[in-house]
C-alpha cells in the first residue's frame, strides 16, 4: 500500500517539473509562444492548490481511499489525454483533468498513511512519502531530458499511463476500504479553523511554506547557472541536480526511522539548520565555482530536506485529530504546492528584475549574456532564502519556549 500510495505521489509531484524541460520542444511543435507555453505549467499547480482542500473535506466526509482511488484514474486519463493533445487548447484541458486526479490523491495520502501506520511506524512511513515527493519534484528535468532524447514530447505524459493502470489494479485490490470516522456532517465550511490553534500544525505548515520556497529558488536558478553561466550540457547539468534526490531517497526513510525513535521536533530543527546554512552556501557561488562544491551544496541541500520533511510531516499529521487527518493532509499538500509557485515566482521575477536595473534595460531572459548580472541577482535571491529560512528556525525556537 505505501508503494502504490508513493508512485502516485511521484507522478503528481513529477508531471509538475517534467514539463519544464519539453517547453521549447512544445512551443515549436504547436507554434505557440513561451508565455502561452508556460501555461502548461502553471495551469496544473493552481488547479492542484485550489482542489486540495475541498478534495480533503471530502475525503473526510466520504472516504480517503475513495477518493484516492478515483483520484489516481482521473489522473491517468489527463495524462492519456495530455499524450494525444493536437493543440494547446486540448493540452491545456488535459492538464487541468490530470491536476483534478493529483489533487485527489494529493490530499488523502498522507492521511491514509497516518491512519494506516501505527504510532511506532509512522514516521518511517511518512518518511517514505517525502522521499517520493522529493524525488518527484527534483526528478522531473533529468527524466524528461532522456524521454526527449530518444521520444516525441507526448511521451513525458505517455510514460504515466502504463504505470498509472497497474497502480489502478493494484490499489483496488490491495488498499483496504475505508473506516469513515466523520467529525462532522457538513461539507462546508472546508476547514474547521480552529486546527490552527495547534501550534506544531501551524508552524510545521509555515515552515514548510518556507523550506518549498527556498528549494524553488534553487530549482529555477540552478539550470540557469550550470547550462549557461558554467557551459555544461543539459544531460551532465541534470546529472548533477539528480545528486539531491538520490541523497533525499536514502536518508528520508532513516529520518523517519530516527523520527518515530526520537521524537520529531529536535530531527526538523536539525534539518532546518542544514537547509539554511546551505542557503549561505549558495550565496558564494560565482561563474568560477568549482563543480564539486556546486555538487557537494546540491548534496547537502538534500541531506537537510531529507531530514527536515519527514518528522515535519509527522508532526503536522500527528497533531490533528483522526477526524481531521484529511483536512490536514489537503493542507500540508496545499502548503507544499504554495511553497512551489510562490518560490518560482519569486525567484523568476526577482532574478530578471535585478538584472533589468543593472542592464539599464528590460531583461526577460539569460542565456549566458549578462553573466556578473545574473550572478548578483542569483546571490540576493540566496539572501533572501536564508532570510526565510532563518524566520523558520525562529518560529521553531518560538514552538519549543511554547510548549
Known amino acids: 500500500m505505501l508503494t502504490i500510495v508513493g508512485l502516485i505521489t511521484f507522478m503528481d509531484d513529477l508531471d509538475a517539473s517534467i514539463v519544464n524541460v519539453a517547453l521549447p520542444v512544445i512551443n515549436r511543435s504547436l507554434s505557440i509562444s513561451m508565455s502561452v507555453a508556460e501555461l502548461i505549467v502553471s495551469i496544473y499547480l493552481i488547479v492542484i492548490c485550489i482542489f486540495l482542500l475541498p478534495f480533503g473535506k471530502l475525503g473526510d466526509l466520504i472516504g480517503k481511499v475513495k477518493v484516492f482511488k478515483i483520484g ?27 491536476a483534478l486526479g493529483a ?6 495520502n498522507n492521511g491514509i498513511i497516518t491512519e494506516t501506520f501505527p504510532q511506532q511506524n509512522r514516521g518511517q512511513a511518512l518518511g517514505w512519502v517525502g522521499t517520493f515527493v522529493a524525488l518527484g519534484m527534483i526528478a522531473g528535468p533529468g527524466i524528461g531530458g532522456i524521454l526527449l532524447e530518444f521520444l516525441p514530447w507526448q511521451s513525458i505524459f505517455w510514460i504515466n499511463v502504463p504505470i498509472g493502470v497497474i497502480l489502478i489494479v493494484l490499489g483496488f485490490v490491495i488498499i483496504p476500504e475505508d473506516n469513515i470516522k466523520l467529525g462532522s456532517h457538513t461539507f462546508w465550511p472546508l476547514i474547521d479553523f480552529k486546527i490552527f490553534k495547534n501550534w506544531d500544525f501551524t508552524v510545521g505548515l509555515i515552515t514548510a511554506i ?7 529558488f534553487y530549482m529555477v536558478l540552478t539550470p540557469f547557472y550550470l547550462e549557461n553561466t558554467k557551459s555544461l550540457s543539459a544531460s551532465l547539468s541534470g546529472m548533477i541536480m539528480m545528486i539531491l534526490p ?19 521536533w ?15 552556501g549558495l550565496v558564494l557561488l560565482n561563474s568560477k565555482s568549482s563543480i564539486y562544491y556546486v555538487g557537494l551544496m546540491i548534496g547537502f541541500l538534500g541531506l537537510g530536506n531529507a531530514i527536515f520533511q519527514s518528522p515535519n510531516n509527522t508532526m503536522i499529521m500527528s497533531s490533528v485529530d483522526e477526524t481531521q487527518l484529511g483536512a490536514a493532509g489537503s493542507i500540508n499538500a496545499l502548503a507544499r504546492n504554495l511553497g512551489m509557485v510562490l518560490g518560482n515566482v519569486t525567484s523568476t521575477w526577482l532574478l530578471f528584475l535585478i538584472m533589468s536595473h543593472l542592464a539599464k534595460k528590460s531583461i526577460t531572459d539569460y542565456t549566458g549574456k549578462y553573466t556578473n548580472y545574473f550572478i548578483s541577482g542569483q546571490h540576493l535571491i540566496y539572501i533572501l532564502g536564508g532570510i526565510l529560512l532563518f524566520i523558520a528556525l525562529l518560529l521553531s525556537k518560538f514552538r519549543t519556549n511554547k510548549k
Open 266 to 280: 529536535k530531527i526538523a530543527i536539525t534539518g532546518l539548520w542544514i537547509i539554511f546554512i546551505v542557503q549561505l
Open 103 to 108: 489533487a485527489m490523491t494529493m490530499s488523502t
Open 72 to 98: 489516481m484514474i482521473i489522473f491517468t486519463v489527463g495524462s492519456l489525454l495530455s499524450g494525444i493533445s493536437f493543440n494547446i487548447t486540448f493540452l491545456l484541458i488535459s492538464r487541468v483533468i490530470q
Open 246 to 264: 538520490l541523497v533525499q531517497s536514502i536518508i528520508a526513510p532513516l529520518s523517519g526511522g530516527l523520527t518515530d525513535n526520537n521524537g520529531a
Open 210 to 216: 518556507l523550506v518549498f520556497m527556498t528549494n524553488n
